[in-house]
């Protein structure tokens, strides 16, 4: 179970940086 929450937790972080990542990229290329 605590397993199972720490890859949530993973995941949720991980996917929160590449939409960050992915953001700060548009915005950068975008100018």
């Known amino acids: 179970m605590i397993q199972g ?9 991980a996917s929160a940086g ?3 990542i992915a953001g700060v990229l548009v915005s950068h ?3």
């Open 29 to 31: 290329f975008d100018g």
């Open 5 to 13: 929450c720490l890859k949530r937790k993973l995941l949720a972080a």
């Open 18 to 20: 590449a939409i960050a």
